[in-house]
């Protein structure tokens, strides 16, 4: 049983040292078929370890039920990461974010039966029906995960393809094969961003327990900024990219160091996330460049997440996550291979890095020379190290001058990306020592090939065994690479910039004119061993695609020998064209005829009658006699996060909740007599922050409302409640600060101790306060539509008939705290709108219909469904539909949902030019034959639609 502990630079697995260079490759946003070409992209691209997040909601889709089969077979996954060389470290949960709804919490949990003894349930604490959860959540887990830890016994024969693969890839690399499996650390909870003693005893404690209890033998990580130390754990710390980063006053290198003072001998992990601003590869360069500057750890926390697919998604599922590295279809973004460049070597050099302290004596930029405004940072230790050199985009020269210890002056080309590294003093094992190479340094492959990368036309040097080589770099439209004969056998291979774009470690040696991350030429019909082959991370040279533009292919053997090889790229054929689209309308289903309805014994949800698709959508309706519930009145539909579309007569008459497409957040005015139907719209859940205490859907009786009017503000500023009355977790506060802030209170008068009714949007956090108690909190983490219904009968409520003040006190000072809360608005319940509870509620699943026979055909402003096939056999150019003239709907592809899509809403103008949604390749039929399914929630046509490659 393999031995895994850390200091205060790297992990250590049997004693080997492992310097992790990481990204976030979610196992649940592709297909399983697509995973072996994601997991050969993250390993080619330079990582040597992945981050996987765990949804819940996709494993246990009902309570007690689990699935771990397709896209939710998470040993597989673990598996084939192994076979890659990729470390995986497991964030286990049970709130993962990432982008899935409810953070990835199961929207059935706020169903799950309480009482009086076990409190309610509260997310994200110790409350006792979310821990009985829990419990049983990673009981289930770990059943799938311990036997694959790294520190576990190896059942049958190591993965022999991962240590090719790291042979192939460096003297440091990553996977070998080592243990049951490449887990290496499990992250307990995810940006936990509150600070209690109380839940941290509760709560966390209470996790890491029942890791270690179901087997949990790696180290356990926590990512929560430090607001809350847990036992036990190596923090690791989260930070955006370029402007507007919270760590741009310190810099990402200053907040790295910081770190490492804050939790002595243990590694530091820095996830560097993309900026707020426009997301840039160089920034996210730039900063990864800072955390190895200063020995710890980076992880692109965007690298290749990918779309959440049909209904796994948050809020703003409906289109590629911005900033990631590599996107849906699998294709890396402008930038990115100087990205690139910097974490080979990372990945390759991790034995160096990985015990590296700031360099003693220091080299200096030479005083007065040319560059002398670039920023240097040295590393190193034992096994060597590197000088970083950091040029703004002011800096003009196309070189710097580094004046080392012995007086020696080095002169450091600058490319385009204004970044360059020094390599010093590295061991090569048995091929001796590099003294500096002026060139960045790629990685050293196959044991013989040293790969650099520089700027066009310029020039660099390299000592290796105390020999010094001139090192040129190819001009600008050449082709070959400069191969340079170092002796001991190993040759430097000498790339510009742009030849690296082109450029992978293959079987035979390295390559040039192909593109590693491209799907092969492949299609349906193709050998099933030449497209596992051209999945490897190490693949034969004649597998790859070639480069846009490359009519060769150029591979440098280990013997230094250069083989040119003609190549034609495949040819782009005709995008499919759909077949004639058949409609279905859904006007049985809006008026409550269809026949899938049924009587329910209460409102329900979606969620509570057909658990698997509890975020996906649902039919209700409600037949609701007399004259009472015929009045139009403004109307409030209790429950949590949903759009729900309201039919009367067969009609629609308002859609409520978030998400644009002429829904409000308002209450609506409607008449609820006769038949009325509605379409809870799921799949609405904020995927971070608060709510996550109910579930999407209608949870009780619409109720009437009347607007009471809010008095005049009073504004003060005073110390804030104390929020953690109300919840074990508050986002932002800590249980032992009690902060300055706006305090804007309003006078409310109420009739009698009816529930208060509140929404409004609110740009900052804060706790609302009804008579001194605090009651609610809100804030920009509270969802697209936040409001708040204050409950006179809750436990400790002090409301009463007469006037009650009303204050929303703020987590910190506001310039103008009365414009934050300008839209804010107030009603009082009224009346249940289904008086003397007769009105009667039925229940009709949301299924894919027949488009046989007689199907009802489409009415204007009412959900349709569409219908078409195509056929293709190409599998080597990603697929996307355009989805011209469309609203808001799902997209499902042979039967999978794929996508979710937002185009415009009624009498929103639609964009020129839609974003295309990706059809995942892993999901394209084998046979070539494949049904497209359309869902449209406002009733478009999908005539305008058509298919086009990427």
Not at 194 to 221: D, K, M, Q, W
Not at 376 to 395: I, K, N, R, T, Y
Not at 679 to 696: C, E, I, K, N
Request: proline share 10%; aromatic share 6%; glycine share 14%.
């Amino acid at each position: 049983m393999p031995d895994v502990s850390f200091d205060g630079h790297a992990f250590l697995v049997e004693r080997r040292r492992v310097f992790l260079v990481g990204g976030t490759v979610h196992h649940a946003a592709s297909p399983a078929a697509e995973w072996p070409r994601r997991l050969a992209a993250a390993r080619r691209a330079g990582l040597n370890c992945i981050e996987t997040a765990v949804p819940w909601l996709l494993h246990e889709p009902a309570p007690g039920e689990f699935d771990f089969s397709g896209r939710a077979d998470l040993a597989a996954f673990l598996r084939l990461a192994g076979e890659a060389g990729l470390f995986v470290r497991l964030r286990m949960g049970p709130y993962v974010g990432a982008g899935f709804g409810g953070g990835g919490l199961p929207a059935w949990l706020p169903e799950v039966p309480i009482t009086k003894k076990s409190g309610p349930m509260k997310a994200r604490e110790s409350s006792d029906p979310f821990m009985a959860a829990c419990t049983r959540w990673y009981t289930r887990l770990m059943k799938e995960v311990a036997p694959l830890q790294v520190s576990a016994s190896r059942v049958g024969d190591a993965t022999p393809a991962a240590s090719r693969a790291d042979a192939a890839l460096g003297p440091a690399a990553g996977y070998r094969g080592e243990g049951g499996g490449p887990v290496l650390a499990m992250q307990s909870e995810h940006r936990w961003l509150c600070h209690s003693p109380a839940e941290h005893a509760n709560y966390h404690r209470t996790l890491i327990r029942f890791l270690l209890e179901g087997g949990a033998r790696v180290p356990i990580t926590a990512a929560n900024q430090l607001w809350q130390p847990v036992d036990g754990a190596v923090q690791t710390w989260s930070s955006t990219a370029g402007a507007g980063s919270a760590d741009a006053e310190t810099g990402l290198a200053g907040t790295a160091r910081q770190l490492a003072g804050v939790q002595p001998g243990r590694p530091r992990i820095v996830e560097i996330l993309p900026g707020p601003a426009a997301p840039s590869a160089g920034d996210e360069l730039a900063a990864a460049a800072e955390v190895l500057a200063v020995g710890a750890m980076p992880h692109l926390g965007a690298f290749g997440g990918g779309r959440r697919l049909g209904f796994d998604g948050g809020l703003d599922a409906d289109a590629d996550p911005a900033g990631d590295l590599i996107d849906s279809a699998g294709r890396p973004r402008d930038g990115f291979h100087a990205l690139r460049r910097l974490l080979c070597f990372a990945s390759c050099f991790g034995n160096a890095l990985g015990q590296a302290e700031p360099a003693a004596p220091t080299p200096v930029l030479r005083p007065r020379s040319v560059g002398a405004g670039v920023t240097l940072l040295p590393v190193g230790g034992e096994a060597g190290g590197a000088l970083f050199l950091f040029a703004g985009s002011e800096q003009k020269a196309d070189a710097a001058e580094v004046l080392l210890p012995d007086g020696r002056t080095l002169r450091v080309p600058l490319g385009e990306d204004r970044l360059a590294w020094v390599a010093r003093d590295l061991r090569l094992g048995a091929k001796g020592r590099i003294g500096h190479a002026t060139l960045p340094l790629v990685g050293f492959f196959h044991d013989a090939l040293l790969v650099l990368v520089g700027p066009a036309g310029k020039e660099g040097e390299l000592e290796l065994n105390g020999a010094l080589h001139r090192l040129p770099v190819p001009a600008k439209g050449d082709a070959e690479p400069a191969v340079v004969p170092l002796g001991a056998g190993v040759h430097a291979v000498v790339l510009n910039e742009q030849q690296h774009e082109g450029f992978a470690v293959v079987a035979e040696g390295v390559c040039l004119g192909v593109d590693p991350f491209e799907a092969p030429a492949e299609s349906a019909d193709a050998d099933p061993a030449e497209a596992a082959d051209a999945h490897r991370v190490v693949p034969a040279a004649a597998t790859l695609r070639p480069a846009a533009g490359r009519t060769s292919r150029l591979v440098v053997g280990v013997g230094g020998g250069v083989e040119t090889t003609e190549q034609v790229a495949p040819r782009r054929p005709p995008a499919p064209k759909l077949g004639a689209w058949a409609a279905r309308g859904t006007s049985a289903e809006a008026d409550g005829t269809a026949a899938g309805y049924k009587p329910v014994p209460a409102v329900g949800t979606p969620a509570r009658h057909d658990p698997a698709r509890g975020d996906a959508y649902g039919w209700l309706t409600l037949d609701n006699p007399g004259a009472a519930a015929a009045r139009t009145e403004p109307t409030v539909f209790p429950g949590g996060p949903c759009r729900l579309h309201v039919f009367s007569d067969g009609k629609p008459v308002a859609v409520v909740g978030p998400g644009g497409d002429g829904a409000r957040c308002d209450p609506p005015e409607v008449a609820l007599g006769g038949r009325t139907a509605f379409l809870v719209a799921g799949g609405v859940r904020p995927s971070g922050g608060l709510p996550q205490d109910q579930a999407p859907g209608l949870a009780a009786p619409p109720v009437s409302l009347k607007e009471v009017e809010l008095g005049e503000p009073e504004v003060t500023t005073t110390r804030a409640p104390d929020p953690f009355k109300i919840s074990g977790y508050v986002p932002g506060r800590s249980s032992e600060d009690a902060p300055l802030g706006s305090r804007v209170a309003y006078g409310v008068k109420l009739l009698g101790k009816k529930p208060l009714f509140l929404r409004g949007p609110v740009p900052a956090a804060g706790t609302v306060v009804l008579n001194g108690t605090p009651v609610a909190r809100f804030g920009p983490d509270a969802g697209a539509c936040p409001h708040w219904r204050i409950d006179p009968a809750a436990e400790g409520s002090k409301m009463k008939a007469g006037t009650n003040e009303l204050v929303f006190h703020f987590d910190a000072v506001l310039a103008d705290p009365v414009a934050a809360l300008g839209a804010l608005r107030a009603w009082r319940e009224e009346a249940d709108r289904t008086p003397s509870g007769k009105g009667v509620w039925s229940f009709c699943p949301w299924r894919v219909p027949g488009f046989e026979g007689d199907a009802p055909k489409p009415a204007a402003g009412l959900p349709v469904w569409h219908r078409c096939t195509f056929s293709s056999k190409r599998l080597d150019f990603p697929l996307f539909l355009e989805p011209v003239g469309l609203t808001r709907g799902v997209v499902l592809l042979n039967g999978h949902a794929a996508a979710r899509y937002r185009v415009a809403g009624p009498g929103e103008k639609a964009p020129p030019k839609p974003a295309p949604i990706h059809l995942p390749t892993g999901w394209l039929s084998a046979t070539g034959e494949n049904e497209l399914v359309l869902f449209d929630e406002h009733g478009a046509s999908a005539s305008k639609a058509k298919l086009r490659w990427g």
